[in-house]
């Protein structure tokens, strides 16, 4: 792989600026979206972060997978009943 000057061959986690339209939308770039195959239709969960400095997106079927997967987690629930931190 040919290494660009300013990108991180390992891992991107920038993929540029955006600009908030009037109407409140923005335009996931192309490398982004290239990335984490994100396709036109594509249903995407939008997230406040706790420290309020953003947002986060996560797709829908993503969301989906780790909801399943808590649903059959047993010491999840354990650690919820016991009233323990999770995580």
Do not use: H
Not at 10 to 35: C, F, L, M, N
Not at 62 to 80: G, P, T, V
């Amino acid at each position: 792989m040919k290494k660009e000057k300013g990108i991180c061959s390992k891992r991107r986690i920038v993929y540029g600026v955006v600009t908030v339209s009037e109407k409140g939308q923005i335009a996931i770039p192309v490398d982004a979206r290239r990335d984490l195959n994100i396709k036109a239709g594509d249903k995407l969960i939008v997230l406040k972060r706790k420290d309020e400095a953003g947002l986060t997106l996560i797709k829908l079927d993503k969301m989906d997978e780790l909801m399943f997967l808590i649903q059959e987690d047993e010491e999840f629930f354990n650690k919820l009943k016991k009233g323990g931190k999770i995580g």
